[in-house]
């Protein structure tokens, strides 16, 4: 079992965008479940109570994008309170919700969860719809008829589109005190990773068109050990997001 999660996303068109407003710029949007995903994306945080008073995301480096997370906090910790507050909770429903709103609001080129798991940077490739998932911690337990991925076949694996290898590359040529690596076989489990990693492999299937009025180019899952320490996790998050938004600046949508 793999709980556990956090996204990345980014919308609009322009990827080189100095000068724009932020309504502008593609945005980037990050959300996540159990430390140390939730805490590494503090700085992405549009919420003043949750980046410490500072949004690093606006224009970030200069690369044309803007950058938001979203993610449950746990004040008594994940023991008293495994499914948290706020946005992302480690809920079916909730997850389900929240996506469809923040993918309406964002429009996002790119998506990127990240959740807790095996890692240590595990970049996962497949995502199943699973006939059984673990239940949640608040009824209804299970995913309901009114999300989308009871729509899809059972067991129907949907592939995601992440630049998987070049960010496992990237991750490890700095040297960090964790390994990247890219999980060409397995899937991200039966609880919420899984779950969130099939939803956003189905935005992006049904926005893959360059004629859609919201493209997506990619989408992608990423598991992260428990123990990994939220500076390195973060470092890890930027040189990903990097990655991403240069395959992105590659593959522009053309119309």
């Not at 945080?45 to 500072?54: K, R």
């Not at 992260?224 to 500076?231: E, G, Q």
Request: aromatic fraction near 10%; charged fraction near 15%.
């Amino acid at each position: 079992m793999k709980p556990t999660t956090i996204i990345i996303a980014l919308t609009a068109l322009a990827l080189t965008s100095a000068g724009c407003t932020t309504a502008d710029r593609p945005t980037v949007l990050l959300t996540g479940f159990w430390p140390p995903s939730n805490e590494m994306l503090r700085p992405f945080s549009p919420d003043p109570e949750l980046n410490g008073g500072t949004w690093a995301g606006q224009n970030w480096r200069n690369l044309g994008c803007d950058v938001y997370a979203y993610f449950p906090t746990f004040p008594n910790g994940t023991d008293a309170n495994p499914a948290g507050t706020g946005t992302f909770r480690v809920d079916y429903q909730a997850v389900s919700a929240d996506l469809d709103r923040l993918t309406r609001k964002h429009r996002p080129r790119a998506i990127i969860a990240f959740g807790r798991g095996d890692g240590p940077w595990e970049i996962e490739y497949n995502a199943i719809n699973r006939t059984e998932w673990v239940d949640d911690y608040s009824a209804p337990t299970q995913p309901t008829s009114d999300t989308a991925i009871t729509t899809s076949a059972p067991a129907r694996v949907l592939n995601l589109t992440l630049p998987a290898q070049q960010i496992a590359d990237a991750v490890n040529a700095a040297d960090l005190p964790l390994t990247a690596w890219v999980d060409w076989t397995g899937h991200p489990g039966s609880f919420l990773c899984n779950y969130t990693a099939y939803k956003v492999a189905q935005y992006q299937r049904a926005n893959s068109s360059p004629d859609s009025p919201n493209p997506c180019t990619a989408a992608g899952f990423i598991h992260i050990a428990p123990n990994v320490p939220t500076k390195t996790a973060q470092t890890a998050a930027k040189i990903t997001l990097q990655q991403v938004i240069t395959s992105l600046k590659a593959n522009k949508p053309k119309k």
